[in-house]
Each structure stands twice: as structure tokens, then as C-alpha cells.
């Protein structure tokens, strides 16, 4: 009854720009920390940037200075603005919450199905 979409994904030039949402629909009472994750082919999933409800953030090495994290709690959305794109940020990307449906169960923690980023010339 929980679940994320993610959109803006797809293929840009080296050097481009593309900006990730991802909408959480259903039960939702609240969402705690979300966060996008991406996996490239053959590699593990890794975070690429998280953010909490307070809007504290936190980002991986190799994406600091290029990508910005934000969210917006009204509307149970988190976007990822990815700019100054390299063919190594090539991979599936993937939205994360931890969600809260009622407040007498625990936090859930729910996965969008992934949207893809190409970066090639």
C-alpha cells in the first residue's frame, strides 16, 4: 500500500545535467530519512546522498559539489539535481524511505522500483 516512484532519469552527455524525483503514495504518515542509492553493472549498490526530515544531508565522495539532495515533506518527495554528470555516475538509481504508515506499527522501510542514468557522448 506504500510505495515510491522515481522519475527524470536517462541518457545525458558527459557534463549534463538531470534532476531525480521520486513521490511516496499510500499509507504515509509521515517519512523519516530518504536517501538515493544507485548500482552500476556488476557493482554493489552504494549511497549516493541521504537527507532526514530535518533536511540534514549527507553525500558520497565522489559526488560532492555535483549533486544536491532536497526534499520536500508536504508532498512526501526527495529529488536528487545531478549536475557536472561523468560516464562513472552511470548506473540504475534508486529512491529510499523509511516510512511511517500509523503511528502504533514500525517504520518501513520501502524501495522505489529504480530509474536509470546513462552518461554518454
Known amino acids: 500500500q506504500v510505495q515510491l516512484v522515481e522519475s527524470g532519469g536517462g541518457l545525458v552527455q558527459p557534463g549534463g545535467s538531470l534532476r531525480l524525483s521520486c513521490v511516496g503514495s499510500?499509507?504515509?504518515?509521515?517519512?523519516?530519512?530518504m536517501g538515493w542509492y544507485r548500482q552500476a553493472p556488476e557493482k554493489q549498490r552504494e549511497l549516493v546522498a541521504g537527507?532526514?526530515?530535518?533536511?540534514?544531508?549527507n553525500y558520497a565522495d565522489s559526488v560532492k559539489g555535483r549533486f544536491t539532495i532536497s526534499r520536500d515533506n508536504a508532498k512526501n518527495t526527495v529529488y536528487l539535481q545531478m549536475n557536472s554528470l561523468k560516464p562513472e555516475d552511470t548506473a540504475v538509481y534508486y529512491c529510499?524511505?523509511?516510512?511511517?504508515?500509523?503511528?502504533?506499527?514500525?517504520?518501513?522501510?520501502?524501495w522505489g522500483q529504480g530509474t536509470p542514468v546513462t552518461v554518454s557522448s
Open positions: 529510499n524511505a523509511k516510512i511511517n504508515p500509523n503511528p502504533l506499527f514500525p517504520l518501513l522501510e520501502v
Open positions: 499510500g499509507r504515509i504518515l509521515s517519512i523519516n530519512d
Open positions: 537527507i532526514t526530515r530535518g533536511g540534514s544531508t
